[in-house]
């Protein structure tokens, strides 16, 4: 079964920061990768997805993909208090069926 | 349009019960998983359907958690007997298909005794 890890565990940064979250995977095989964000008491919101490695940038999210290092990582440009939350990392396995790894607690202070 | 509906979003059992969790996708969507949220060990997949047909059924969860598909747009998940090892948040999520957005639920807070 795939298996998904984040890192760091948890990240403070002031506001305006840059902020780089990582996810590693175990097979090259996999589908499409998510990027969630994660409110305290709600259900995750999906951000950004990558299928080809490379790049894909949305807004201030950029998704960076390399399948051969089994690495995927999401940056966030000029981050805001908003952001504060846990993103998730979600990689497909070939039913399409989502294994996410433990999250990143992301604090922006004012 | 409406979103992922899960309810109850708090239930109280004692260890031993059987409760039963509701989900009702978004209109439309062919595919709906069910999750378990615990902070330890994070979101782990119970139950994906595509097309009210069982895609994946849990592994480990399978002795006691049923899910059920009754129809498009309504689906139960059976905890039967509950443990208190089983106090957790269970999100429901559903998209169209394949690699599509996958939209959660607000959870159900389960606490069991």
């Known amino acids: 079964q795939e298996k998904v890890q984040q890192s760091p565990e948890s990240l403070i940064v002031p506001e305006g920061a840059m902020v780089s979250l990582n996810c590693s995977f175990s097979?090259?095989?996999?589908?499409s990768i998510w990027w969630y964000q994660q409110h305290p008491g709600k259900g995750p919101k999906a951000l950004i997805?990558?299928?080809?490695?490379g790049n894909k940038k949305e807004g201030r999210l950029t998704v960076y993909l390399n399948r051969a290092s089994l690495h995927v990582s999401l940056h966030i440009k000029d981050s805001q208090p908003s952001d504060s939350a846990v993103y998730l990392c979600a990689v497909n396995d070939n039913n399409n069926a989502p294994r996410f790894g433990a999250g990143t607690k992301l604090s922006v202070k004012p | 349009d409406a979103g992922v509906t899960q309810t109850p979003r708090h239930e109280v059992a004692e260890k031993g019960q059987t409760i039963i969790l509701k989900c009702e996708p978004v209109s439309g969507h062919n595919d709906l998983f069910w999750y378990r949220q615990t902070k330890i060990q994070g979101l782990e997949l119970l139950s994906y359907?595509?097309?009210?047909?069982?895609?994946?059924d849990g592994g480990a969860f399978k002795d006691r958690f049923k899910a059920e598909m009754l129809n498009s747009s309504f689906s139960t998940l059976k905890i039967q007997p509950t443990e208190p090892k089983d106090s957790a948040v269970y999100l429901c999520a559903s998209s169209f298909a394949g690699q599509d957005t996958q939209y959660f639920g607000p959870g159900t807070r389960l606490l069991v005794l």
């Open positions: 997805s990558i299928f080809s490695n």
């Open positions: 097979d090259s095989a996999s589908q």
């Open positions: 359907f595509r097309s009210k047909s069982l895609m994946e």
